[in-house]
């Protein structure tokens, strides 16, 4: 009998979760500024090699069977896992903790957070296959959070060193998401105001698109960095010349070029999806519209718009989470947010004042596509995405 591989997806992410069993599952270090050494996941908890290669080989024997049966064992094996390594993150770091000195640092090592990376894929692949709508399977991706999230609240991963940095510098991580929040809406709402009736524009005036997205295209190319730069020189002269901006909050460094920045590299993804979603609007449903005697007005606002808000939901989806990155780099110009503290952290060497600011801004980004998708999905009821 010849075996036939009916999941590819998952075959390959058994056989890189194979490979990932001799990288590091925890880095130990006596203090925070020494980089410390690896630990092997058979190190840290006393279990045979083998018996860990055996479990790693029971997806390899699911992607050989056909079928949804398979496919519901995968999504259950992936999210036990999954809560598996969370919980044992966290307690090779209270056990190395209660061994070591109060200075000392455990964090997750190489092969710990590959390993969490492929149960989340195996999981998500897992739902699609399954062929259930996008509501439902927007239920799925979230729930396998509860329990992680639960025992973060418990106090399950105190001793991991992400978290004592987080407890010494609480005040500051505040401050750093309170920025990153202002960096965001203050990007999105300006966005909207002017992305929004360009979109209009470009719609109703089909000839001109060109030189719009020509415009949009160019600004879209410039590195942020490089945009971040350019907008200092220009601010600068302009609270010179007009001293009473300065009281409005504008200067040549800080919060205000990195809002200009950041709105206009919202501009072009939002543009087009105006454009794209007002293009869709089937002409026979505007013809029913004007049959029943609405005007140009109520046809837009009671037709258009709404038809064509999951594609422009989708642009606003992009640049959400492109703000979100984004705005990481505007702390090069003192604007704040998460940037700032990984950027300290790689002038000061420190790796967990690095992740600090990264794995917040990558919680963010997942946090606001999954309202996103939520939100299309239940505008688009039972339909697939």
């Known amino acids: 009998m010849t075996l036939r591989c009916h999941n590819r997806v998952l075959l390959l992410l058994a056989l890189i979760a194979l490979a990932a069993a001799f990288l590091p599952f925890v880095n130990y270090a006596p203090n925070r500024l020494v980089s410390g050494?690896?630990?092997?996941?058979?190190?840290?908890?006393?279990?045979?090699?083998a018996g860990l290669l055996a479990l790693l080989l029971v997806p390899i024997a699911l992607s050989m069977v056909p079928g949804r049966a398979a496919l519901a064992a995968t999504l259950v094996?992936?999210?036990?896992?999954?809560?598996?390594?969370?919980w044992s993150g966290g307690a090779a770091a209270t056990q190395l903790a209660a061994a070591g000195s109060p200075l000392a640092r455990t964090s997750p090592g190489s092969g710990l957070w590959l390993w969490l990376l492929l149960a989340?894929?195996?999981?998500?692949?897992?739902?699609?296959?399954?062929?259930?709508?996008?509501l439902w399977r927007w239920l799925l991706n979230v729930q396998i959070w509860i329990v992680p999230l639960l025992l973060l609240?418990?106090?399950?991963?105190?001793?991991?060193?992400?978290?004592?940095?987080?407890?010494?510098r609480q005040e500051v991580f505040d401050g750093a998401l309170q920025q990153h929040l202002i960096l965001l809406f203050g990007t999105l709402l300006p966005g909207l105001a002017i992305g929004v009736p360009i979109g209009l524009w470009c719609w109703r005036h089909a000839a001109r698109?060109?030189?719009?997205?020509?415009?949009?295209?160019v600004i879209q190319t410039v590195p942020s960095v490089a945009l971040f730069g350019l907008l200092i020189a220009p601010l600068a002269g302009l609270v010179k010349t007009f001293p009473w901006l300065g009281t409005l909050g504008v200067s040549g460094t800080g919060l205000a070029?990195?809002?200009i920045a950041l709105v206009l590299?919202?501009?072009?993804?939002?543009?087009?999806?105006?454009?794209a979603g007002m293009q869709q609007v089937p002409a026979e449903v505007l013809e029913s519209a004007t049959a029943m005697g609405m005007s140009g007005s109520q046809r837009l606002w009671k037709v258009q718009l709404p038809l064509a808000l999951p594609v422009l939901l989708r642009s606003l989806r992009v640049v959400t989470v492109q703000t979100i990155g984004m705005a990481?780099?505007?702390?090069?110009i003192g604007a704040g947010g998460f940037g700032a503290l990984v950027f300290q952290g790689l002038l000061s060497s420190a790796l967990d004042l690095v992740l600090l600011g990264v794995v917040p801004v990558v919680a963010l980004a997942a946090i606001a596509d999954a309202l996103f998708a939520l939100w299309i999905a239940l505008l688009k009821g039972d339909a697939h995405d």
């Open 37 to 49: 050494e690896s630990r092997q996941i058979w190190q840290v908890w006393s279990f045979p090699a």
């Open 328 to 332: 990481v780099v505007a702390a090069l």
């Open 257 to 259: 070029p990195a809002l």
């Open 265 to 275: 590299y919202a501009l072009l993804p939002l543009v087009r999806g105006v454009v």
């Open 153 to 168: 609240w418990r106090g399950a991963f105190g001793d991991l060193s992400l978290m004592k940095e987080y407890a010494n």
């Open 77 to 86: 094996l992936s999210q036990l896992l999954f809560i598996a390594l969370a």
């Open 209 to 217: 698109q060109g030189r719009v997205f020509t415009v949009l295209n």
């Open 120 to 134: 989340l894929l195996a999981f998500s692949d897992a739902a699609r296959r399954l062929n259930v709508g996008p």
